[in-house]
């Protein structure tokens, strides 16, 4: 544990903010400047692909640990060549499994159901998951014209090669003795070792995909078919027994009997419940319906709900409703029940929750468990090693202690949040976030009247990183403590920014005002003059404030200028706005305050580089009640 002997030697000078670990679960891929410019391009233009597959299983397509590319191939229940190359499309899925190739088939035929779709899988003994494409939000996205047509893809959804599999066949009815040139093989190849690809398009060969019907206007959308693997893919995480959803979207009663509501949601984004806006980072788990989906779903209910074919309907997503990783090697659980009563405000409550640890370690993950899911709104996790929450917990009678936008204390870091939908993930190796000896958790939960008294006893799980994981991560915050917000003003804009002394690989982003915040946008401006577009959150809502887990970590050169630009509304027309008439407000803890906050959490490749980076955040810190942003 050398690395941790080294951290350990900066406690002394590193403010308490700083010793914070790692939030977010992700293979560890360095993205430069033209890449991630490519990625966010292309994710104005496209929404993150959710499919489920044959089996039921939810897949969201790039978004596996150690993901270097993805493979998708169209194909067909009767197309002779399609089926012909079966056994060779099963060879390459099986080879490129360890190397971190995602491999999926989708059928996307209007005339097929979802049953024979199976019975076709089976058949052919087709080993890698079958997409069923029954809405046609696959082939709007990648636009195939044949079947077989492979498309190779990065994580981000961006197309790095679309064609035919391999040259056997020069044309329908004509196919060489053998293979000359492998164009799906070799591009997978290039894509796994990052060097570009030799023929990034080819001519496919094979059965003609028919254009499908335009269903929204001609009426032929329904439940089975259509909506189902909507409603699979984005709402039943937490719309289903013991989970966050105040009721269920299972079947299709659940979802007739929901159906405009759904609609409303949807199309307002209030459901589901994603801030940042498309177009800038692409973020892990993302929870947004693409324009097709929400247009299937509004004709849906214009044309009368329509039930359709039961040989449609998908096998119902498989609930997970113990660890998902696994045991945890630690469950710590709150000490008592706290109870949450029928009607009221929101309650945010701060928990202690002694880690008891007898010495350091690094955490790969973290695991939630709501004891009351439908009242639990929200968690996250502060790292207490002075004890100073016992202190504010002891002055209370009830359990816990109430808080507002912290904890009251000055913590030594956090754990990742918790939000409703959000499923955890590991570290990659080698990477884990430090854990001192008998540290407290204070679990920080927001709960919500259900209209009935509630009791919640939650629990926390926690993953050890082997014993030679090496490299530690922290904290980087960027923020301004010098705001002031004049009384009336709908729209008033306050910036921060901080430049990176190191190079520093970013993890995720943790956006913070408190009620009076209307909007942020977050970018990193490069030494080159280059501007990366990070985050905007258009419609700040305190309640739904939330860490985002960028999709690939990014690794941002030395020089690199972290810019936060925040607006307000302290008119009196904002509704939430606590005081009336409005008044001037700063920076606070207090609910009548304001912050401007971006957090991130971050690591660096060298320990002498993240000593430079705590010692020069500690300054920053410091200084950043004295030195206008």
Not at 38 to 61: E, F, M
Not at 453 to 471: C, K, M, N, V, W
Not at 594 to 601: A, D, I
Request: net charge negative; aromatic share 8%.
């Amino acid at each position: 544990m050398d690395v941790l002997l080294d951290w350990m030697r900066l406690l002394p000078r590193v403010p308490l903010s700083l010793l914070l670990v790692a939030t977010s679960q992700f293979t560890m891929i360095l993205l430069g400047p033209a890449s991630y410019r490519a990625h966010a391009q292309t994710r104005a233009a496209s929404d993150p692909i959710k499919c489920v597959d044959l089996s039921g299983n939810l897949r969201r397509i790039g978004d596996q640990p150690g993901t270097r590319a993805v493979v998708v191939v169209f194909l067909s229940t009767g197309c002779p060549i399609s089926n012909g190359y079966l056994p060779l499309l099963c060879e390459l899925a099986k080879s490129n499994r360890d190397r971190g190739v995602e491999f999926y088939g989708v059928v996307s035929d209007p005339s097929v159901t979802l049953s024979k779709a199976r019975e076709h899988r089976d058949k052919f003994e087709i080993s890698f998951p079958v997409l069923f494409d029954g809405s046609g939000e696959l082939r709007l996205s990648l636009a195939p014209t044949h079947t077989p047509e492979a498309f190779v893809l990065d994580r981000s959804d961006r197309v790095l090669y679309r064609g035919a599999i391999d040259d056997l066949y020069i044309r329908l009815g004509q196919k060489q003795e053998a293979v000359k040139q492998a164009y799906l093989s070799d591009a997978i190849a290039s894509a796994v070792a990052g060097t570009p690809i030799a023929t990034p398009k080819t001519k496919p060969i094979g059965c003609r995909l028919e254009d499908p019907s335009n269903k929204i206007s001609l009426g032929g959308i329904t439940f089975t078919r259509d909506i189902a693997p909507i409603i699979q893919a984005n709402c039943v995480s937490c719309h289903r027994p013991n989970r966050a959803g105040p009721f269920d979207l299972l079947t299709y009663d659940d979802v007739s009997g929901h159906a405009r509501q759904i609609v409303e949601v949807t199309h307002s984004r209030f459901m589901p419940p994603w801030k940042p806006e498309a177009g800038f980072a692409p973020f892990r788990d993302e929870q947004r319906l693409s324009k097709h989906e929400l247009s299937l779903l509004q004709a849906w209910v214009e044309n009368g709900k329509p039930e359709g074919d039961i040989a449609d309907l998908p096998i119902p997503v498989q609930a997970v409703d113990e660890w998902p990783l696994g045991k945890p090697d630690l469950i710590l659980t709150m000490k008592e029940s706290f109870p949450i009563p029928a009607q009221g405000p929101d309650i945010r409550q701060y928990f202690v929750i002694p880690s008891e640890l007898v010495e350091e370690r690094l955490i790969t993950a973290i695991d939630f468990h709501p004891g009351s899911p439908q009242s639990v709104h929200h968690a996250s996790f502060y790292l207490d090693t002075k004890h100073m929450g016992r202190q504010l917990d002891a002055a209370t009678s009830e359990p816990g202690y109430e808080g507002f936008g912290g904890p009251r204390f000055q913590s030594q870091g956090t754990l990742s949040s918790w939000f409703p939908g959000m499923s955890p993930h590991r570290l990659p190796a080698g990477m884990g976030r430090l854990l001192q000896r008998d540290t407290d958790i204070v679990a920080e939960i927001h709960y919500v009247a259900t209209g009935k008294a509630e009791q919640d006893r939650s629990l926390i799980g926690l993953y050890f990183a082997p014993a030679t994981a090496r490299q530690v991560v922290t904290e980087l915050q960027v923020g301004n403590k010098r705001i002031d917000i004049p009384a009336g003003d709908a729209h008033h804009l306050e910036h921060a920014y901080y430049t990176l002394p190191v190079p520093t690989l970013m993890l995720d982003i943790l956006p913070h005002m408190h009620v009076l915040g209307s909007e942020m946008k977050v970018s990193a401006s490069l030494p080159d003059g280059r501007v990366l577009p990070l985050l905007w959150i258009k419609q700040w809502d305190f309640n739904w404030q939330g860490q985002y887990a960028f999709m690939q970590p990014m690794l941002l050169p030395t020089g690199t200028r972290i810019n936060v630009d925040a607006w307000f509304d302290n008119s009196s027309e904002n509704p939430l706005n606590p005081n009336s008439p409005p008044k001037n407000v700063r920076w606070g803890d207090d609910s009548t305050d304001e912050m401007l906050l971006c957090t991130f959490q971050c690591t660096c490749k060298k320990m002498t580089d993240l000593e430079d980076l705590v010692s020069d955040q500690q300054r920053y810190i410091d200084n950043s009640s004295k030195t206008k942003h």
